[in-house]
């Protein structure tokens, strides 16, 4: 399979002209003794709504939030807003780009924190109607990819196939990503690292005709974005190994719904078709696990586990994955993907996924 596509055009000039409109609305409020207020989309990805009655609409704001200086909680929050405003103004300017955290280190003792600086990002996104990376502000990639696939990145050719267990970093500039080329079956996701490299080191892709991708726990914007083009150009099934606690199964709705955060892009972020290959709660006695591999929820998991069960795409669109979730909740234990290891270290390449991608299309 392959697919092609062109890279967009510049929206700097369209975002600059919006910010100035910005700027010139709070002046004009200011010269004439008007408090400025900004008005932001409110969105959301879920609700804590199991029953099936919410209404919740991903794609759409849900009211707005009105910030204004007469209001002290909003002050703060609305300095660091123009701040980073102005910040990227001068990086689509000068067309550079730069971090989030370059830009909490230009005001730290303003900022104070980085994750005020990811709000105001977050925040001017939705007023300009774009996505951060439009913006010139990049995050730093920490995904790998490897197997089935050639493609280039800003006009440099990047080949796994010439060495399919060898892993490359995921692209960071994905908007740059063209000439995309695959004769893969699937795309495996998979949570973590050391399990990316045991794949690697059996030559899972040499035996399996598959792109393999891990974001190295909670995955980067690059890595989700890599991999929704990746699905969209290739329309290749897509399955999300993780680990049996509630950490690896918040992972993987990620990659599946997108998170709360940054709902408001979750529609350009999300995988919808993606499927959960384990590790199951039920996987424990289907593949013969010791008890010794098993390990205690702590207090920490049980709430968390029980705030995910109230997230309302659970009822809607995965009742399957609710199940599961529950039952690791009533058996009060986790285990990790490398738990399969104590049949052989190669069982989980040889045995273990073969086995659940064979048993979902039976």
Not at 146 to 167: H, V, Y
Not at 318 to 346: C, N, T, Y
Request: hydrophobic share 35%; with cysteine; aromatic share 10%.
């Amino acid at each position: 399979m392959e697919g092609n596509r062109h890279r967009s055009s510049s929206r700097a000039p369209h975002l600059l002209s919006k910010i100035r409109e910005l700027t010139k609305s709070i002046l004009d409020d200011l010269s004439n003794g008007r408090s400025p207020s900004i008005a932001i989309d409110k969105f959301r990805n879920y609700c804590r709504n199991p029953n099936g009655s919410c209404t919740c609409k991903p794609d759409f704001p849900e009211g707005k939030e009105i910030m204004t200086f007469h209001r002290e909680s909003h002050v703060h929050r609305l300095d660091v807003l123009l701040r980073v405003m102005l910040i990227v103004q001068q990086l689509l300017q000068e067309n550079r780009h730069g971090s989030k955290r370059d830009i909490y280190y230009m005001h730290p003792s303003v900022f104070r924190d980085q994750s005020v600086v990811d709000r105001a990002i977050n925040d001017l996104c939705i007023l300009l109607g774009c996505s951060r990376h439009n913006l010139n502000v990049v995050s730093v990639g920490k995904g790998l990819v490897m197997g089935w696939l050639r493609f280039t990145e800003a006009g440099a050719k990047f080949d796994c196939m010439n060495n399919l267990n060898s892993a490359q970093p995921v692209p960071v500039h994905v908007e740059e990503v063209e000439d995309i080329l695959s004769v893969a079956d699937y795309i495996l996701v998979v949570e973590k690292e050391s399990v990316f490299q045991r794949l690697a080191n059996d030559q899972f892709c040499r035996a399996n005709r598959c792109i393999v991708i891990t974001g190295r726990g909670y995955p980067d914007i690059p890595t989700r974005r890599f991999l929704r083009l990746l699905i969209e150009t290739l329309h290749l099934p897509t399955y999300c190994l993780v680990d049996c606690d509630p950490y690896g199964f918040d992972i993987l709705s990620t990659y599946r719904f997108g998170s709360m955060q940054m709902a408001y892009e979750a529609k350009f972020m999300r995988n919808p078709e993606m499927s959960w290959l384990g590790a199951f709660p039920s996987d424990f006695e289907k593949y013969s696990l010791p008890t010794e591999c098993l390990l205690p929820l702590t207090a920490d998991d049980k709430r968390k586990t029980e705030a995910i069960l109230l997230r309302c795409y659970l009822q809607h669109e995965a009742p399957d994955w609710r199940f599961e979730l529950e039952l690791m909740l009533q058996r009060g234990v986790k285990f990790e993907i490398e738990a399969f290891s104590v049949h052989s270290l190669s069982y989980l390449s040889r045995e273990y996924i073969p086995s659940k991608i064979q048993g979902l299309h039976s």
